[in-house]
C-alpha cells in the first residue's frame, strides 16, 4: 500500500491489479484499476501522479492511474521498488543482492546500468521524505543508510535486530527512522549517529512486526500477526 498526493490509498494485490482508493470520500471507485500483464509485487507512489509497480519480470510506470511505460525481460527478479520524492529516480531491489537505479525521464524508466551491491538480500527500502537517503534492510540482520547527494556513498550502518528487520518507515522530521523485525523488536535509528537508538523490545509478543508508519515526529504505529496496532510515544 502507498498513499498518492492525490489524498489517494494505492494498492496492488495477487488479483494482478493496482486500485486506486479516495481516501477523503472513503469510496472505491470499480473505474479506478489498472490491470498487470503480471503480478505486482510492490509498489511506490511520488509527487506528480506517479506509481511504479514491480511486478514479475516486469517493472511498470504509471502516471495518472494510467501505463505509461513498462520494462521487460530484466536480468534479475524484482523484489520491491521505491521512487524518489523528486521523481527523478526509482530504485528496485533484485534478488540478486543489487539496488538497481533507474532515471525516470518524463513518462519512461531508463536503465543507465546503475546499481548498488548490497552483497545482501533486501527486505525492504525507503527514501526520506527529503531525498537526501536511502535507508536499507536485509536478511544479514543490518541496517544501511545510503547518501543520495554522495551518488549513493554508504553514509551509516546500524546493527542490534536478533533476527532480519521486515519493515522500515521514515519519521516526518528525516533525522529518525523505525525499523520492525522478526526478532519482535522495534528500532527507532538516528540518520547522524549510529550509535544513538531507540529499542522497544517485545514490540508486539511472540510475533514480527510486519508493518510501521509515523503519525507524525513522535508517534509511531506498528502492526502485527498478533492481530493488533500498536501506537508508541517516542522521545528523544
Known sequence: MAVNDNDELVTCSMDDTLRFTNLSKKEYSASDVV?????????SAAAGGLSL????????LLKDKKKVFTLDN????????????????????????????YTIHGNTLKDEGRTIDTKSQITGMA??????????????????????????????????HHAKPVSLAWS?????????GMDMMVYVWTVSDADKRIKIPDAHRLHHISSLAWIDE?????SSPDACVKQWIIKF
Open 35 to 43: 490491470k498487470m500483464d503480471s503480478q505486482p509485487k510492490h509498489l
Open 74 to 101: 530484466l536480468r534479475y527478479e524484482g523484489e520491491s521498488g521505491v521512487i524518489h520524492p523528486g521523481g527523478t529516480t526509482a530504485a528496485v531491489a533484485g534478488n540478486d543482492g543489487m539496488i538497481h537505479l
Open 127 to 160: 527514501y526520506s521524505d527529503d531525498g537526501a537517503h536511502l535507508a536499507i534492510i536485509n536478511d544479514k540482520k543490518s541496517v544501511i543508510l545510503y547518501s543520495v547527494a554522495d551518488d549513493y556513498a554508504v553514509k551509516n550502518e546500524y546493527y542490534g
Open 218 to 222: 513522535n508517534t509511531l504505529v506498528t
Open 53 to 60: 509497480a514491480v511486478c514479475i519480470q516486469q517493472l511498470v
Open 172 to 180: 516526518p522530521d528525516n533525522e529518525h527512522f523505525a525499523t520492525g
